[in-house]
Each structure stands twice: as structure tokens, then as C-alpha cells.
């Protein structure tokens, strides 16, 4: 048993026409066999099942969420900066890393995110030369007439504002969180490749095998500093080691859960 099997009964069965159920395999789980399993991790690896549910979207994250928040409070006397400000800050500054942490843990190669550079619509606004001119009124044809008006250059010659195509995002409005090795984590090693004449592959460096970029913490100290003034250095001299203990923290219960379930038959 292990946490894909947990998650795939929660996926909706096929419908049997003709009334009897199927032969169930061996990689189904019963309703029983799931509610052992839960029991079993109720004290010890249920807070890494709800954390694997919630990030494959099968359940809310905010048990998950309420527990990695008890999680951080627990850990906030080893990071002094916490203790350098008010307790309702230092509530408010938790909250925000928690929510981030787990946004950084569930994150995959299928996430998408928001185009910063078109606010999500897909084009922007750019300043360009047109030729073109409006139709002028009537009253303005005749005092033309009138004046014997010589048209000029800059007539001619105007600038409008138009909406151009996003180059950023190509359009969509969002951007993959896919690196560019494709999510696959890993790329073609060329000088291997020209030695052996077979295709070998090398872990990719750019993002150590996982197949996306990981969240900057630069986006979570922007959200932290609506709070609370905090310096850069200081940012990520003392919070970003408390943001990735909790990332690690999600990712530990996580193979602790996989771990207990390997055991039950």
C-alpha cells in the first residue's frame, strides 16, 4: 500500500451496465482497506497523507495548512528573529511563510502561475509611429480651406497606443512552472552522447532534477514586508532558513506517511 493507491479510491469507479461488480485487482483498495490505513497513520503519518491529498487536489489544504501552522510555532524558538517583535507580527509573518512553504511543496511541472508582465490578459499596451489620422470635422475643413493650411510632418507622422502581443507568456496569459528541460528533470549530455554514439542523460543543473523552479523566496519576503518592514539581509539571513525548514518538514512527513504505509499489507 502506498499514498497513490489512497489517492486513485478517491477517483470515481466505472459503472458496471451490467450490474455485477468486477473481480477487484490488487492495486484497488476497500472502503476497509482504506479506513485501516487511516487509522493506522492517525497519530503518526496522517499530517503527510493530507498534505499528498492536498496537493494532488483531492482534499482542502487547510488541515494541512493548520498543522504545518503548529508545526512553525513550535520551531519559532530556534529562529531568534521571531522573538524581536509583537506575538500578533509574529502570528501574522508565520501564517504568510506557511502558506507560501506549501505552495512551494506542492508545486509541479503541470502548475501554472499568473503572467506578471500582462496582468494575466495577454497583451500590453506598447506606443508605436502610425500614419494614420483621425477624420477631421467640418468646421476644421473649413478654417483649413480658409487658411490655405499646409499639412507638416508631424501630421503625418503620429503615435497611438495599441495592445501588442505578450512575449513573455506567448498570449496565454500564464506561464508553465516547467523548467527547460520540459519537466523532465533531466538533459541530453552531448559530449557523453558524441563518445558512447548512444543518447545519455544527465541530471539537469538548472533545477537539480525536479523538473521545475522552485518558488523565489524574493516572492515571499514581498508578502512578508506588507507586514512587516523587514530588511533583505536580514530576510534571508534569518527567515529563509526557518521557509525551507518547513518545506523540508512537508516533504519528511510526506516519505514518513509512504514509509508506514509500505509496512501494512
Sequence with gaps: MNLEQIARSFSPQNV???GVPSVPSGNNLRKSDLLAAISYLDNKGIFGVELFLAKIDIISPEKALTKLYSVAMMNTKKYPVFQCYPPETCRQLIKIICTYAYQDYSKSASNVRDCENCNSTGFIEAEVFTNRKPSPSPESIDSTIKNDHVIH???LHRREVVKILCKKCNGKGTIPSKCQCRGRGKVLNRRETLL?????FKKCQKCDGRGFNRMKFST?????QTVLPLK????????KPFFEMLVSRCYQEEALAEHLLT???
Design 16 to 18: 458496471h451496465l451490467n
Design 153 to 155: 510632418e508631424n501630421d
Design 196 to 200: 558512447k554514439e548512444i543518447p545519455v
Design 220 to 224: 515571499v519576503l514581498k508578502s512578508i
Design 232 to 239: 533583505k539581509t536580514v530576510a534571508y539571513r534569518d527567515v
Design 263 to 265: 509496512k501494512m499489507v
